[in-house]
């Protein structure tokens, strides 16, 4: 191990990119250092394509702006090859049954895709889900979950909910089921883990969090280093969110979950990249999982793109991190005798 600074200027461990994800209490992040020619030209096509255009959204966030044409022009995207799918049906919304020609493991993740809680879906998901299940050698169930501006957030974790007790009533048991999300599916994931808890459910075998938000409020954010550096999200976004977000809200919301009961939630793994203005949210939220007494290991990609993973088979970092995933979940799962499916 040698010594690196993080964004936030503290000395953090350096880890080769070979090494397994160890599921152990983390004192410190694990960096993992280096950033390859086709991520930096990625970062530098995001920030000056993409960030503008979210800029312009932040700007006048109405509800003129066709939020689910994203996901609409990915319908077309197909699975991974080889990748079975079909549709389930929830009681409030559709999901997507995802399984790779050898995800026949007895372990299972639910899945809550990223978006600000406002836009992509299945569509713009279902190549980085179809990953997720090759690696893990599992298959997913991706979550369509109700959005903003039309449902509150706390919608979005009741059907994340939904989603695992489908998965129960299928016959999987709690410590066969991986919860994982990225950027607002990475809030949804520690927030439906957290309402599994206080229903009294099987607590998941292990949580997965892809450059997550875990804090609706923007303050600590925009005061962090970080904030200036992002390729790809502006200040003016999480203004924008936490302005939603807030009128949305009922009397009874949820808190965000960095502040939530994290006592007794299973092992979870967190990967940001160094640079995303998200990176505060992710070590403040494993630091609260680690005095809670959970079980956390921070990854800090060196450079990477707010959710690099969605850019598997373009730049090798988001290879690498998959793959990092799919060993944690196994390592989570061990292996037993598979249910029956009744329902798919």
């Given at each position: 191990m040698t010594a690196n600074t993080?964004?936030?200027?503290?000395?953090?461990?350096?880890a080769r990119t070979t090494r397994s994800p160890r599921?152990?209490?983390?004192?410190e992040p694990r960096f993992i250092a280096g950033a390859s020619l086709r991520s930096r030209i990625l970062a530098e096509s995001v920030r000056f394509t993409v960030k503008p255009a979210l800029e312009v959204w932040a700007r006048w966030p109405s509800a003129m702006w066709p939020a689910g044409a994203l996901d609409f022009a990915a319908r077309m995207v197909p699975p991974g090859r080889g990748v079975g799918r079909r549709r389930i049906r929830l009681e409030h919304c559709d999901a997507e049954w995802l399984q790779a020609r050898d995800a026949m493991r007895d372990a299972v993740v639910l899945y809550l895709h990223g978006g600000g809680f406002l836009t992509c879906g299945l569509n713009t998901h279902r190549s980085l889900v179809s990953r997720i299940s090759g690696a893990a050698g599992a298959p997913v169930l991706a979550v369509d979950y109700r959005m903003l501006p039309k449902h509150p957030i706390d919608a979005a974790i009741a059907d994340g909910v939904a989603g695992y007790r489908w998965l129960l009533e299928q016959g999987f048991e709690g410590k066969r089921i991986v919860i994982a999300g990225d950027s607002a599916g990475g809030y949804l994931t520690f927030a439906t883990a957290i309402a599994i808890a206080e229903l009294g459910l099987p607590t998941p075998a292990g949580l997965v969090a892809l450059s997550p938000l875990t804090d609706i409020d923007p303050a600590t954010k925009l005061a962090h280093p970080a904030a200036d550096g992002c390729?790809?999200?502006?200040r003016a976004?999480?203004?924008?969110?936490?302005?939603?977000?807030?009128?949305?809200?009922?009397?009874n919301s949820r808190t965000s979950p960095v502040n939530g009961a994290l006592a007794g939630l299973p092992p979870v793994l967190i990967h940001v990249g160094s640079t995303e203005i998200l990176y505060?949210?992710?070590?403040?939220m494993a630091q609260r999982l680690g005095a809670?007494?959970?079980?956390?290991?921070l990854e800090v990609w060196d450079r990477q793109v707010h959710v690099f993973h969605a850019a598997?088979?373009?730049?090798?970092?988001a290879e690498r991190a998959i793959a990092r995933v799919g060993e944690f979940i196994r390592t989570c799962t061990p292996a037993a005798e598979a249910p029956a499916l009744t329902a798919v």
């Open positions: 993080s964004p936030s200027g503290r000395t953090i461990r350096r599921i152990a209490v983390a004192a390729p790809l999200i502006p976004v999480l203004l924008a969110l936490a302005d939603i977000a807030a009128a949305r809200a009922g009397a505060p949210d992710a070590e403040l809670a007494g959970v079980t956390v290991t598997a088979g373009l730049i090798p970092e």
